[in-house]
């Protein structure tokens, strides 16, 4: 399984950014995005699941939003009211069964 995770860059807080995930295969118990920053542990930001079910760490809620497109096997984190918190490198992460894959990951830079 392949995870390839873009959309990440430089903006201004305030901003949006729109993140995208390309798996190489379908059926997926869930899909979510995680991000980590410099000296600090890779932490949960988005999920949703093989039913379409979302959920999200409360530091997002309301400003981020998951989806996917079952017929490009993509998903994507729109990410909208940045804040310089949350500047980190954003990973794709998939399930299958108890198994964990991850893409490589995106750098996500919030800055004026």
């Known amino acids: 399984v392949q995870l390839q995770a873009s959309g990440g860059g430089l903006v201004q807080p305030g901003g949006s950014l729109r993140l995208s995930c390309a798996a190489s295969?379908?059926?997926?118990?869930?899909t979510a995005w995680y991000r980590q920053a410099p000296g600090e542990q890779r932490e949960w930001v988005a999920r949703?699941?093989?039913?379409?079910?979302?959920d999200y760490a409360d530091s997002v809620k309301g400003r981020f939003t998951i989806s996917r497109d079952i017929s490009k096997n993509a998903v994507y984190l729109q990410m909208s009211s940045l804040k310089p918190e949350d500047t980190a490198k954003y990973y794709c992460?998939?399930?299958?069964?108890?198994?964990?894959?991850w893409g490589q990951g995106t750098q996500v830079t919030v800055s004026s």
């Open positions: 295969r379908r059926g997926f118990k869930s």
């Open positions: 949703i699941t093989a039913g379409g079910d979302t």
């Open positions: 992460n998939a399930v299958i069964g108890s198994t964990n894959f």
